[in-house]
């Protein structure tokens, strides 16, 4: 099973911006789709964005597009969310995820983070 490590959460005002990444100390992510999920309290985790292994295509959620992009670093074997003019309702624990095929559902992803905080709040 693959181990997976967020970074990057915190604390940010609403129009902010946080760049979250994930890595994998032991395997090779780009051998894997890797996914963004986050879930707020008292909802269902959904999915944020993807991205494939085999050809680098991207997916996000309609209420991310064009405020974040997801992308690797191969060389230091990481994915990343960059994630621009956040709004409070981005507030979640945001968890990234490996699995097959590039999907914005959690069953499609077999390993997961533990997960980081971001909160956008002014």
């Known amino acids: 099973q693959v181990q997976l490590v967020e970074s990057g959460g915190g604390l940010v005002q609403p129009g902010g911006s946080l760049r979250l990444s994930c890595a994998a100390s032991?395997?090779?992510?780009?051998?894997?789709?890797i996914g963004w999920f986050r879930q707020a309290p008292g909802k269902e985790r959904e999915g944020v964005s993807c991205?494939?292994?085999?050809?680098?295509?991207?997916y996000y959620a309609d209420s991310v597009k064009g405020r974040f992009t997801i992308s690797r670093d191969n060389a230091k074997n990481t994915v990343s969310l960059q994630m621009n003019s956040l709004k409070p309702g981005d507030t979640a624990v945001y968890y990234c995820?490996?699995?097959?095929?590039?999907?914005?559902?959690?069953?499609?992803?077999?390993?997961w983070g533990q997960g980081t905080q971001v909160t956008v709040s002014s």
């Open positions: 995820a490996a699995g097959l095929i590039a999907t914005m559902r959690p069953e499609d992803f077999g390993s």
């Open positions: 032991e395997f090779t992510l780009d051998y894997y789709a």
């Open positions: 991205i494939d292994s085999s050809d680098g295509s991207t």
